[in-house]
């Protein structure tokens, strides 16, 4: 607040004696003086008249940054998974949305944890949330410019623009190697793995956000039928 009084009385002392400005609207303040750091300063003025003759201004101004910064955190708890720290459906969907408007070329990789009902059932829901919280943490190693989020109890969401679906696939095949070789967690041993599915989306792209969640949901699905069988192998764990 210091910096702004002293930003405020410098102004004063510029157009104070001034009669042309004796009625400045405060709107026309410089931009330093309404918004700084991450807070904003509400302003009011009052003229204080001797004799018909304005002599004295009088101004008061509060900082709500406070307010700003709540307001922030309350956003940003918004689009935040919980128990990953990703991102959540909401801000993944609107973000799918915002790129597909502005016709963008990116990927959308659908991804999900195999497995995890197996977890939940042998060693309880913690161990399946550690499961889930380690496949986060390896999925983060796709890029760091890609938007990843948690869109579903073991489902995943990744969006990254520039990527080409050859590109993207070799990516996610070796975080999904890394997901089979991390170490056991809590000493329990289970099989692991990620199936996904990938849509490459162009800037002259027709399909909806559905339809492409839909067709990335599909591709998913072939994967896991055609590159492992989790239930198969849990029977014979």
């Not at 302003?43 to 101004?61: D, N, Q, R, Y």
């Not at 986060?136 to 796709?142: C, N």
């Not at 969401?157 to 991390?182: F, P, T």
Request: charged share 25%.
């Amino acid at each position: 607040m210091e910096s702004v009084a002293a930003l405020l009385q410098n102004y004063l002392d510029n157009v104070i004696n001034d009669p042309e400005h004796a009625y400045l609207d405060l709107r026309q303040l410089p931009e330093e003086f309404r918004e700084f750091g991450e807070g904003l300063v509400y302003f009011s003025k009052c003229a204080i008249e001797t004799a018909g003759l304005v002599k004295e201004h009088a101004f008061m101004f509060n900082d709500i940054s406070s307010q700003k910064r709540r307001l922030y955190d309350l956003q940003v708890a918004a689009y935040t998974d919980d128990l990953t720290q990703l991102f959540n459906r909401r801000y993944g969907m609107k973000t799918l949305n915002e790129w597909l408007g502005d016709n963008r070329l990116f990927i959308l990789c659908f991804a999900d944890i195999d497995n995890l009902k197996y977890v939940n059932d042998q060693f309880g829901h913690c161990e399946g949330d550690k499961y889930i919280i380690a496949v986060a943490d390896i999925l983060r190693g796709f890029s760091q410019e890609a938007v990843l989020c948690r869109i579903g109890g073991d489902e995943f969401m990744i969006l990254a623009q520039d990527w080409s679906g050859d590109s993207a696939n070799e990516q996610m095949e070796m975080l999904r190697n890394r997901v089979i070789n991390c170490e056991h967690i809590s000493g329990r041993h289970y099989y692991r793995n990620i199936s996904y599915g990938i849509v490459e989306i162009r800037t002259d792209n027709t399909l909806s956000a559905s339809d492409i969640l839909s067709i990335a949901d599909e591709k998913m699905y072939e994967y896991k039928r055609v590159h492992h069988k989790g239930r198969a192998r849990n029977k014979r764990n």
